[in-house]
C-alpha cells in the first residue's frame, strides 16, 4: 500500500530554512497532488501547499512568499522548504496525498508526522 | 484567507447523535461542494471520514454524516461511541487551488 514518511532536522533556528522531505513508497510520485500540511501543538491544521506532475506548485497564500516544495521523481520524493522561520513555525509537519489523482483533495493517505521546532 | 470556523468543543454520551459545524464564506465553502472532514486522535495523523460534503470513504461508519447548507457545513455522529471522543477538522476547496481548514473542534464523550 501507499505509505509517506517525513524526514528532516527536528530543530531549526530562528531566521533560518526548515528544510523537509516526504518519501513515497507503494506508489510513483507522478500524476498526484503532493501536499505539505502543519500543525502547531494544540492548534488545528493549515494547509500549506503542493506540487502536481513534478512541477505545477500552489502555496497557501499566507506563506507563499516563505514557501518553495519541489520533487525529485528519480528518488519518488517531494520536499518542502520555508525560509526565515520564526517560533510560530514550530509544528508537526505532514505530507499528504489526495485520493485521486486529478483532485487537489480530499487526502486518504497521510505521513506520520514530523515535529519541527524552531529554536536558539 | 482565514480558519474556518468551528465550536471549540461538542460532548454527548453514548448512544447520542451530535453536530459539528463548519463556517465559511461564499469563496469557500458556500461556493463549492468540496467540504471533507477529518478525525484526529491524540498524537495520530488525521483520518478522512467524510469528503465532497457527504461522501463516505469506504470503511468508515456510516453513524457519520454530512452536510451543507449556505457557508455552513456540518458533521452529524449518530450513535455516538467511546472510540468517536477526537478532535474533528473540516476543510473546504477556497478557489485558486487552495484549501482552508477549520480551527477543529474537540469531541467530547461523556
Known amino acids: 500500500q501507499v505509505q509517506l514518511q517525513e524526514s528532516g532536522p527536528g530543530l531549526v533556528k530562528p531566521s533560518e530554512t526548515l528544510s523537509l522531505t516526504c518519501t513515497v513508497s507503494?506508489?510513483?510520485?507522478?500524476?498526484?497532488?503532493w501536499n505539505w500540511i502543519r500543525q502547531p501543538p494544540g492548534k488545528g491544521l493549515e494547509w500549506i501547499g503542493y506540487i502536481y506532475n513534478s512541477g505545477n506548485t500552489n502555496y497557501n497564500p499566507s506563506l507563499k512568499s516563505r514557501v518553495t516544495i519541489s520533487v525529485d521523481t528519480s528518488k519518488n520524493r517531494f520536499s518542502l522548504k520555508l525560509s526565515s522561520v520564526t517560533a510560530a513555525d514550530t509544528a508537526v509537519y505532514y505530507c499528504?496525498?489526495?485520493?485521486?489523482?486529478?483532485?487537489?483533495?480530499?487526502?486518504?493517505?497521510w505521513g506520520q508526522g514530523t515535529m519541527v521546532t524552531v529554536s536558539s | 484567507q482565514s480558519a474556518l470556523t468551528q465550536p471549540r468543543s461538542v460532548s454527548g454520551s453514548p448512544g447520542q447523535s451530535v453536530a459539528i459545524s463548519c463556517t465559511g464564506t461564499?469563496?469557500?465553502?458556500?461556493?463549492?461542494?468540496?467540504v471533507s472532514w477529518y478525525q484526529q486522535h491524540p498524537g495520530k495523523a488525521p483520518k478522512l471520514m467524510i469528503y465532497?460534503?457527504?461522501k463516505r470513504p469506504s470503511g468508515v461508519p456510516d453513524r457519520f454524516s454530512g452536510s451543507k447548507s449556505g457557508n455552513t457545513a456540518s458533521l452529524t455522529i449518530s450513535g455516538l461511541q467511546a472510540e468517536d471522543e477526537a478532535d474533528y477538522y473540516c476543510c473546504s476547496y477556497a478557489g485558486s487551488y487552495t484549501l482552508i481548514f477549520g480551527g477543529g473542534t474537540k469531541l467530547t464523550v461523556l
Open positions: 465532497d460534503v457527504n
Open positions: 507503494g506508489a510513483s510520485i507522478r500524476g498526484y497532488y
Open positions: 499528504a496525498r489526495p485520493v485521486a489523482a486529478t483532485k487537489l483533495d480530499p487526502f486518504d493517505i
Open positions: 461564499s469563496s469557500d465553502v458556500g461556493g463549492y461542494n468540496y
